[in-house]
């Protein structure tokens, strides 16, 4: 059975930092596009960031470029989103999500996902 977890969401401050997880299990990850999205309050669900099954590709929102970095350890089947420089418009739940093959932008692409960690970004 496929599953996603993630872990790593809080409060922090503005100018702060999170790193967020997220497992993967019941699957070959390595064969696995996985992306990030997030969804505020009253907004619709965006996406954030993805990470090719190898590692080789990455892309980001223009929102997030430059703060944000994704990684994967494929022999430990996880992925990482680094979060610098957090803004209090970052706030959002965050999902990890999984599909076969290459990255995508659109949510309804992904056939797997976690059940969301919350990102509070206040002072």
């Known amino acids: 059975q496929v599953q996603l977890v993630e872990s790593g969401g809080g409060l922090v401050q503005p100018g702060g930092s999170l790193r967020l997880s997220c497992a993967a299990s019941?699957?070959?990850?390595?064969?696995?596009?996985i992306g990030w999205f997030r969804q505020a309050p009253g907004k619709e669900r965006e996406g954030v960031s993805c990470?090719?099954?190898?590692?080789?590709?990455?892309y980001y929102a223009d929102s997030v470029k430059g703060r944000f970095t994704i990684s994967r350890d494929n022999t430990k089947n996880m992925v990482y989103l680094q979060m610098n420089s957090l803004k209090p418009e970052d706030t959002a739940v965050y999902y990890c999500?999984?599909?076969?093959?290459?990255?995508?932008?659109?949510?309804?692409?992904?056939?797997?996902w976690g059940q969301g960690t919350q990102v509070t970004v206040s002072s």
């Open positions: 999500a999984t599909r076969r093959g290459t990255c995508s932008g659109y949510a309804n692409a992904y056939d797997y």
């Open positions: 019941g699957f070959t990850s390595r064969y696995y596009a």
């Open positions: 990470i090719s099954h190898s590692g080789g590709s990455t």
